[in-house]
Nanobody, 131 residues
Framework: QVQLVESGGGFVQAGGSLRLACAVSGRTSSSYVMGWFRQAPGKEREFVAAISWSGVATYYVDSVKGRFTISRDNAKNTVYLQMNSLKFEDTAVYYC????????????????????????WGQGTQVTVSS
């Protein structure tokens, strides 16, 4: 069983920065593709970013490209999401997710964007950006 615990959320003014962290326990994090999703009030959960097992490949939703950076430290079993130039519309609960994503029917860059591909989820951390 894999447990994911997010931290680093909070309240920030527009234009500010936050760094989220996701601590992985129970299994070696390098066995999993790691993703960040977010859900704003009244909206569907949406993909934000993902990183491959080794960290070589990263993927982002268009709305955060150039502002957010996902990274991982497999030695520490931790995944990070550095969020810069935050906007009001980034306000949401942010969730960390882990999945094996070993299927070959679609490219990894497609699979990582679907929440169905992930097996484990954290409890979420609130990010609030004031306008």
């Amino acid at each position: 069983q894999v447990q994911l615990v997010e931290s680093g959320g909070g309240f920030v003014q527009a234009g500010g920065s936050l760094r989220l962290a996701c601590a992985v326990s129970g299994r070696t994090s390098s066995s999993y593709v790691m993703g960040w999703f977010r859900q704003a009030p009244g909206k569907e959960r949406e993909f934000v970013a993902a990183i491959s097992w080794s960290g070589v490949a990263t993927y982002y939703v268009d709305s955060v490209k150039g502002r957010f950076t996902i990274s991982r430290d497999n030695a520490k079993n931790t995944v990070y999401l550095q969020m810069n130039s935050l906007k009001f519309e980034d306000t949401a609960v942010y969730y960390c997710a882990a999945g094996r994503l070993l299927g070959t029917a679609q490219p990894l860059g497609v699979m990582v964007r679907s929440s169905d591909e992930y097996d484990y989820w954290g409890q979420g951390t609130q990010v609030t950006v004031s306008s």
